[in-house]
């Protein structure tokens, strides 16, 4: 067949058959969407962190509760040879594409090499100090490769570039054991971690002192080896350290490792500028390194000229332009010593982009698979070859960064000018990039120091746009760390957005930054902290009316108050206690407080008076008022009935004084107000008033039955003699001055409590009414249609009535009013 014109079964779309039919999937689907993207599901993670089991939801905020019983994990379990080796390869820096880079030597580190080795294979403990471009993590590597078998847990790399103590000890667990979806809390990894032997080696630590002393003590069985610079703080004076200095290296071996970077020999006046640039440099690898990519650089160039030699006639025929002249002059002493710039003016526009990018993001190169979307170019991946070439970035853990000086020299070079507008657009990516489902948490860890950068960068920024952005980038980025059990950097990104989006005035966001941030306190055990930040995003997302977030706010707080030992729901002492949902008033908080006897002198109790107990007036009052206090939604209700009682005594009262016919001989007085403390129910009709010819109290709000067995009203001057009533007091007809009008008592208390002197009453000459007055035991409300006349309704004369009987009964006798009829 044509090989232009192929059938379609060359290509398999030969649609006859059901191969033709499981075709790519068509994007026709997508059309009807007019632009807008189809919602993704959210990634949601069930972790183990200690005994709770964590939930973490990006939309709406993770949950934590108690883990229930069955649903602990199993307990880790150590790697095997060949998972470690898989981990550590995996954990390595991806291999920059484009041509391989020259493998350089070890020079002048013999000596150190082995003894390091010694001290690691007798169980101590090494810290190598060298400044930075030393060469500390190339001796790193040898070392490590020949203590290969000296541990029962072979060899763990860790990276100490702004981790703390807790981070490079969960780190040593996650290397050794296998515990997908766990992570134990603080007491667990310090049972897990005390067991494991191994030789670990820790590049770029920023520990020292009391940090790093609190390592070794927590891993007895291991061997560290640390690389540091001076400027870290120095170990403890009694920490079990050895320490090994490491110094530059040699003019002979400068040049030497500078003709490994070329590739060829160096020439005289290249060996005594070389010699030259020892000096300057102290020897330091790294700066022959980069003096080495200078000169090769040179001979590129110089080899582009070459090409162009046949193009003299007409330089426009050139297929690049007109290259640099052939006489290129080598690098001044200067430029040797800081090459960055220049190294960067002769590299690709994708790599100086990528250098541009790495300034605004603190010194952290993105990932070669972003530089297609940052920079915009799909080869943008390849730069990343040129860097590393250069000797301009250098590996740190998972990923590289730029290599000692480089980022102070590119910013005095102008690669700093733009480096907001850099910044926001990286963490716009990321953004993106950190909330898509497909990316898994173990990719968004290994790029955390990138995100956290240009989250950092944005954070402080004064552009409009820049807050809200970072508030995006961390919302993103905190439930993937989470989920990788990353608990550092997802504290970072939380305290990062919380910031953000406190400047950029969002407060949903700011209140979903506070819960996570309460939830995290609570999985490290700062119960205090975490209390705090679940109390103010509460409060927030109650403003917003967010119950749902709200509630799990609560949620989690009561979590805390359990583990804390406090009760979930206390009310302190004096504060209001919240309604019953009954109709029946609620106990102060305290509890009612017992009656205290107001006459603790009155012992004798052997005689029992049933009749209606009248309310005390003073000390009575005091102690209702202690109650009321207590019970601060009665006192409304009291007032309210209090009133009532006052309104409608006086209007019976006012009806039982205007049908009198001699209204000149009452003399009625108002000598005591209502009040509505006096009790629960209102006014009663039997307070006591004070009798000033006896000294004694007496009821005055009940009338008493005449000769004739008819009624009189209390509102009478003077009430009939021979009268008794259980309560009352009876007196003679016509007291005189020397002979006061009393009545004998056997000591039983009055109604109100209160013991009434024993006093003689002359006898009467007519006998008392058979019938007996009835009493009662309960106070009933007085109603204006009740008739006066009758006994067992008279008693409900309130304030005005007793304190017109009072008056009465102080003034003397008064006219007969026994025939006077009843009042309607």
Same mark, same amino acid.
């Given at each position: ?230 400027? =870290?703080?120095?170990?403890? #004076? &009694? /920490?079990? %350290?050895? *320490?090994?200095? @490491?110094? +530059? $290296?040699?003019?002979? !071996? ?120 940052? =920079?915009?170019?799909?080869? #943008? &991946? /390849?730069? %990343?070859? *040129?860097?590393? @070439?250069? +000797? $301009?970035?250098?590996? !740190? ?129 700062? %119960? ?297």
């Amino acid at each position: 067949m044509d090989p232009t014109n192929r059938g379609p079964e060359e290509y398999g779309n030969d649609r006859s058959g059901d191969d033709g039919a499981r075709r790519r999937q068509s994007r026709d689907p997508l059309t009807p969407d007019f632009g807008h993207q189809t919602p993704q599901q959210s990634r949601t993670v069930q972790l183990i962190s200690g005994d709770f089991l964590l939930t973490v939801n990006p939309v709406d905020g993770s949950e934590i509760e108690p883990c229930r019983p069955g649903e602990q994990p199993d307990a880790p379990v150590r790697h095997t040879a060949a998972q470690r080796v898989e981990r550590e390869r995996a954990a390595a820096p991806p291999v920059p594409p484009g041509p391989p880079a020259p493998q350089m030597p070890l020079l002048e580190r013999q000596d150190e090499r082995e003894r390091l080795v010694r001290l690691l294979a007798r169980g101590r403990s090494v810290c190598l100090t060298g400044p930075a471009g030393s060469g500390r993590t190339a001796l790193l590597d040898a070392v490590a490769a020949d203590c290969a078998d000296l541990a029962p847990d072979g060899v763990v790399r860790l990276s100490g570039h702004k981790r703390t103590t807790i981070d490079l000890l969960y780190g040593l667990f996650e290397a050794v054991h296998r515990a997908p979806l766990h992570r134990p809390d603080r007491e667990g990894l310090l049972a897990l971690v005390h067991g494991v032997g191994a030789v670990v080696v820790v590049d770029d630590l920023e520990l020292g002192g009391a940090a790093l002393q609190e390592l070794l003590d927590a891993t007895p069985e291991c061997a560290f080896l640390f690389a540091t610079t001076p400027d =870290v703080p120095s170990p403890a #004076a &009694d /920490a079990n %350290l050895e *320490e090994v200095f @490491l110094t +530059g $290296l040699g003019r002979s !071996a400068s040049i030497e490792l500078m003709e490994h970077v070329v590739e060829r020999a160096l020439t005289d006046e290249e060996a005594n500028w070389a010699g030259d640039l020892w000096f300057e440099s102290e020897g330091l690898p790294l700066r022959f390194v980069q003096a080495g990519a200078l000169l090769r650089q040179r001979d590129d160039l110089r080899t582009g000229q070459d090409a162009f030699d046949g193009y003299d006639d007409d330089p426009a025929d050139a297929p690049f332009g007109r290259a640099e002249p052939a006489d290129l002059p080598l690098p001044s002493l200067g430029e040797g010593a800081a090459p960055a710039a220049l190294l960067a003016s002769r590299l690709s526009e994708a790599a100086r982009e990528t250098l541009r990018f790495a300034v605004a993001l603190g010194g952290e190169v993105p990932h070669q698979a972003h530089l297609p979307a940052l =920079v915009g170019d799909t080869h #943008a &991946d /390849a730069a %990343l070859g *040129e860097l590393a @070439l250069s +000797g $301009l970035l250098s590996p !740190a853990g998972p990923r590289y960064r730029l290599a000692a000086g480089v980022l102070t020299q590119l910013e005095a070079s102008g690669y700093g000018e733009s480096a907001d507008a850099h910044a926001r657009s990286a963490a716009q990516h990321y953004a993106w990039w950190a909330g898509h489902p497909s990316v898994t948490p173990e990719r968004a860890i290994a790029e955390s120091d990138a995100l956290l950068a240009s989250m950092t960068r944005l954070v402080p920024g004064e552009t409009p746009g820049q807050a809200s952005v970072a508030v995006l980038l961390a919302r993103s980025a905190a439930p993937a760390f989470a989920a990788g059990m990353q608990w550092g950097a997802w504290e970072k990104a939380l305290r990062a957005g919380q910031e953000a989006a406190r400047i950029a005035g969002e407060v949903a966001e700011e209140a979903y930054f506070h819960h996570e941030l309460g939830v995290l306190a609570l999985c490290t055990g700062h %119960l205090d902290r975490a209390r705090a930040e679940l109390e103010a995003s509460i409060g927030m997302r109650g403003a917003l009316a967010d119950k749902a977030g709200a509630v799990a706010g609560r949620r989690a707080l009561a979590l805390v108050a359990d583990r804390s030992g406090e009760p979930v729901h206390s009310t302190p002492a004096g504060e209001e206690v919240p309604a019953p949902r009954h109709d029946e008033s609620a106990s102060p908080p305290g509890g009612t407080p017992a009656a205290k006897p107001l006459f603790p002198r009155l012992t004798d109790t052997s005689a029992t008076l049933i009749s209606r107990q009248a309310p005390a007036a003073a000390g009575a009052s005091l102690g209702r008022m202690g109650v009321l206090r207590g019970a601060r939604r009665n006192l409304v209700a009291v007032g309210a009935g209090a009133l009532l009682a006052a309104v409608l005594g006086t209007v019976v009262t006012l009806g039982a004084t205007s049908g009198s016919e001699d209204p000149e001989g009452q003399n009625v007085t108002t000598e005591q107000s209502a009040d509505e403390d006096d009790s629960e129910s209102g006014l009663s009709a039997d307070e006591p008033t004070e009798d000033p010819a006896t000294g004694g109290r007496t009821p005055g709000g009940s009338p008493s039955p005449g000769t004739s067995g008819q009624a009189t009203p209390s509102g009478s001057g003077t009430p009939s003699p021979g009268t008794s009533e259980p309560g009352a007091s009876p007196t003679s007809g016509t007291p005189s001055s020397g002979s006061p009008s009393s009545r004998p008592t056997s000591g039983n208390p009055s109604p109100t409590g209160r013991p009434t002197k024993p006093t003689t009453t002359p006898p009467t000459t007519e006998p008392t009414p058979t019938e007996p007055t009835p009493t009662e035991t309960t106070p009933t409300e007085p109603t204006p249609s009740e008739p006066t006349t009758e006994p067992e309704t008279s008693n409900s004369a309130s304030g005005p009535a007793e304190s017109a009987t009072a008056s009465a009964s102080s003034a003397g006798p008064g006219p007969d009013t026994s025939s006077t009829p009843p009042v309607a």
